[in-house]
C-alpha cells in the first residue's frame, strides 16, 4: 500500500524550470536513494514531500494520519533546551503519562479514593510500559551516542553547540520521532565513519519509508531498495540498492543509444525514399512512408550532464622515499595521537581515518608546516613537492574572484585561462564571481583546479569528495588513479576510500595504527582482530556458560547456513537474468548496425521482460540482506 502517491509534479521558479512530469510512489518500507547532480532539484523535490514548498502543479496524495520527519541540510534547532531536554520533548506524551502515574500514587495513599485510582492505576500502568515509557531514556542515549555525542554533551546548552552538532541533534530527535515518512537531505555530512555506520544499520533495520539524498555510496547500498535519479527535469526509477542501480543505468542507457541510432536510420533511410520516389511512379508508397513517418513516435537522443576534465599529474619525479615521520606527536599543546615511525613510498595512496577531532587534520597540517609537531618531525623526502587541499577550502581567497584565484598560481593567458576553467564548469560570466560567493561544491571545484596547476608530486587531500555529487566523485577516483604521484587522503566516503586506497591508517586511542589494503582489507583485518580479542574472556568462563554459547552458536550457524543457501540460489538467478540481459544488449547493438528496426523493437519489448524479472529478484535479494547484513557488491570500480 503507498503512503504517498505523486502524479505529473512540476516546480518552476519564474522562468527557470526545475522538474515536470514527475510520478512516483512511496510504499511502507521503501527506502529511496535519492540521486542526480547537483543543482537538479532533489532538496527541492524532498521540501514538497515534506510539505514545506508547495509544486507549481501536480497532485500529491499522503497517506491520513502519517507522521513525516524532515532533516535539511542546515538543521538547527533553535531553543533554549539542553541537548537531553530537547530529545525529552519527542516524549511529552510519555512523560504526562508519567506525571499522571505519580499523581495515582498519591491518590491511592487515600482511603476514600484508593479503588478508583488503582484501577486507573493499572490500566494507565500497562499503556504507559506498552509504550515505552521505561526504556525511552535508554533510546535517548542510545541514539545520541550512536550521532556521536558523549554523555558529557547531554547537558550542553543547545545554543552553545556546533552547526553540526545541532545537524546532528536534529537527526536524532527525528530518529526518536520515529516518523512512517523520513526524508533526510545528506544526513551523513556531519557524521564521522563510525556515527554513519550506526547510522546505516539503524535505518536498514527500521521498519517506516525513507527517502534520502547522500553522496556517500556506501552508505546508500547499504539503505536503499530503492533509486531515484533526477536528471534533466525527469524522474527514473530503478530497484535495488546503488551498485545494483550502477549497472542497470549503464545497460539502460546503451539500450536507449542503440534504439535512438535505429530510428535515426530508419528515419533517414524513410527520408532518402521519400525524397527519391515522391514523384515518380512509386509516389503512393512514398507517400505513405511519409504520413507514417509523421506519426512516427520519435525516441529522443540519450543526454549526459556536463562533467569535469582534467587530469593531475606531477611536473618532478620524487624521490622514493616520500615521507618520513620519528617519533611524532600531532596536536594543539595537548597531543591528539602518538604516530609511529612511518615511511611512505612514491606511488602509495593512504587514506587516513579516525574519528571526528582525533586530530586528521592537524597531522595533513604538520605535513605542511601549517602546524608545528608537538614532538620529533615528520620530513618529505627528496624532490618532493606537497600541494595541500583543505577540507573547508580556506586557503582560497574569499576576496579574488575564480579568474583572479587561478591567476595567481600561474601566470596564463586570459583567454587560456578562461578555457582551463572550463574544463572545471566554470563558463561565461561564473569566472568572475568571487570565492566568497561560491556554493561548496564550486569551491571544491576552483580547489582542484589549482591542484591541476600545481603539479605537484605529493598530494595532501583533506574530505576532497565533500559537496561534490556522485558523478564527480567519480571521475575524482579515477583521475587520482591515474596520478602519477603519492597520495594522503582523508575521507569519510568509504566508496572512495576503497577505490584508492593502497594502505589505510588509522587513528584510534591516540595511536596510529597502519593497515595494508584498502578499506574492505582494513574491515577484514579489523574484524579477525576484534574477534581474537573477545575469544580471551569466553575462554574463562564456566562450563555451563560455554556450552549455552556453542548451542546459540550453532543455532545460529544453521540459520546463516540457510539464509546463505538462499541468497545463492537468487544470486545464481540474478548472475543468470544479468547474463541475458548482456546477450540482448549485444543483439540491439547488432541489429541497430544492420538498421533492423522491427528487430530492434522486438528486442526491447523483450529487454523490458527480462528487467522486470531481474527487478523482483533484486529485490528480494536486497530483503535477505537486509536480514543478513552481507556486505554490499563492490560495483564503484567499474561504474
Not at 507522521?67 to 534547532?77: F, K, T, V
Not at 541533534?169 to 563510525?194: G, R
Not at 608545528?372 to 583543505?390: R, S
Request: hydrophobic residues 40%.
Amino acid at each position: 500500500m503507498s503512503i504517498v502517491v505523486a502524479e505529473n509534479l512540476a516546480k518552476y521558479y519564474g522562468a527557470q524550470d526545475v522538474f515536470s512530469s514527475i510520478s512516483f510512489q512511496i510504499g511502507h518500507g521503501d527506502k529511496v536513494a535519492l540521486v542526480g547532480v547537483n543543482g537538479v532539484g532533489k532538496t527541492t523535490l524532498l521540501r514538497i514531500v515534506a510539505g514545506l514548498e508547495t509544486a507549481t502543479s501536480g497532485r500529491l496524495s499522503m497517506a491520513k494520519v502519517m507522521r513525516i520527519g524532515y532533516l535539511s541540510q542546515r538543521a538547527d534547532l533553535q531553543s533554549g533546551y539542553t541537548l537531553h531536554e530537547e530529545m525529552v520533548q519527542v516524549f511529552a506524551d510519555l512523560r504526562a503519562q508519567q506525571a499522571r502515574l505519580h499523581q495515582l500514587e498519591q491518590e491511592m495513599a487515600d482511603p476514600e479514593r484508593r479503588e478508583k485510582a488503582m484501577e486507573r492505576y493499572g490500566e494507565l500502568l500497562q499503556l504507559f510500559e506498552l509504550a515505552g515509557g521505561y526504556t525511552y531514556e535508554q533510546r535517548i542515549k542510545r541514539v545520541l551516542m550512536g550521532l556521536g555525542f558523549v554523555e558529557a554533551d547531554f547537558d550542553q546548552p543547545l545554543a552553545l553547540l556546533s552547526g553540526g552538532q545541532r545537524t546532528r541533534a536534529q537527526l536524532a530527535k527525528l530518529l526518536l520521532l520515529n516518523p512512517e515518512l523520513l526524508l533526510l537531505d545528506e544526513p551523513t555530512n556531519h557524521l564521522d565513519l563510525q556515527a554513519t555506520q550506526w547510522l546505516e544499520e539503524h535505518l536498514a533495520q527500521w521498519k517506516g519509508s525513507l527517502v534520502v539524498v547522500a553522496h556517500d555510496r556506501y552508505f546508500l547500498d547499504k539503505v536503499a531498495n530503492r533509486v531515484w535519479e533526477m536528471s534533466f527535469g525527469a524522474l527514473e526509477q530503478y530497484s535495488g540498492n546503488y551498485s545494483h542501480y550502477v549497472e542497470q543505468r549503464a545497460e539502460r542507457r546503451l539500450r536507449r543509444q542503440a534504439e535512438y541510432e535505429a530510428q535515426q536510420k530508419h528515419i533517414a533511410r524513410t527520408e532518402g525514399f521519400v525524397r527519391r520516389y515522391k514523384a515518380g511512379q512509386r509516389s503512393r508508397e512514398a507517400r505513405g512512408r511519409e504520413k507514417r513517418l509523421q506519426r512516427l513516435q520519435r525516441v529522443e537522443r540519450p543526454r549526459q550532464h556536463k562533467t569535469m576534465k582534467f587530469k593531475l599529474a606531477s611536473k618532478v619525479r620524487g624521490g622514493n622515499d616520500v615521507l618520513a615521520t620519528r617519533g611524532l606527536k600531532v596536536g594543539y599543546g595537548q597531543p591528539l595521537f602518538h604516530c609511529p615511525d612511518l615511511l611512505l613510498l612514491r606511488g602509495e595512496r593512504t587514506a587516513l581515518l579516525g574519528p571526528n577531532g582525533c586530530g586528521k587534520t592537524t597531522f595533513l597540517k604538520t605535513i605542511v608546516g601549517e602546524v608545528p609537531p608537538l614532538a620529533g618531525e615528520a620530513k618529505a623526502g627528496i624532490n618532493i613537492q606537497v600541494a595541500y587541499f583543505a577540507q573547508g577550502h580556506e586557503n582560497l581567497h574569499q576576496e579574488n574572484t575564480v579568474l583572479e584565484e587561478i591567476l595567481e598560481v600561474k601566470n596564463l593567458p586570459l583567454e587560456k585561462a578562461r578555457g582551463f576553467l572550463g574544463r572545471f564548469l566554470f563558463s561565461g560570466d561564473d569566472v568572475f564571481k568571487p570565492i566568497s560567493q561560491l556554493s561548496g561544491g564550486e569551491r571544491g571545484r576552483v580547489a582542484l583546479a589549482i591542484l591541476a596547476l600545481q603539479g605537484a608530486n605529493f598530494l595532501l587531500l583533506d574530505e576532497p569528495t565533500n559537496h561534490l555529487d556522485i558523478q564527480s566523485q567519480e571521475l575524482l577516483e579515477q583521475i587520482l588513479q591515474d596520478f602519477d604521484g603519492t597520495i594522503l587522503f582523508v575521507s569519510h566516503d568509504r566508496y572512495f576510500i576503497d577505490a584508492l586506497a593502497t594502505q589505510v591508517w588509522v587513528v584510534e586511542g591516540g595511536q596510529l595504527r597502519v593497515y595494508e589494503g584498502n578499506y574492505s582489507a582494513y574491515l577484514q583485518q579489523a574484524e579477525v582482530e576484534r574477534a581474537e580479542r573477545e575469544q580471551i574472556p569466553a575462554k574463562k568462563g564456566p562450563m555451563r556458560g560455554v556450552r549455552l554459547q556453542d548451542q546459540q552458536r550453532k543455532r545460529a550457524e544453521k540459520a546463516m547456513r540457510q539464509r546463505e543457501a538462499r541468497r545463492a540460489e537468487l544470486e545464481e538467478e540474478i548472475q543468470r537474468l544479468e547474463s541475458a540481459l548482456s546477450a540482448l544488449t549485444r543483439e540491439l547493438e547488432l541489429a541497430s548496425r544492420a538498421q533492423w528496426v522491427d528487430r530492434v523493437y522486438d528486442l526491447g519489448r523483450e529487454y523490458e521482460d527480462v528487467q522486470q524479472q531481474l527487478r523482483r529478484r533484486l529485490e528480494e535479494w536486497v530483503g535477505a540482506a537486509e536480514t543478513q547484513r552481507v556486505k554490499p557488491r563492490q560495483a564503484g570500480r567499474t561504474a
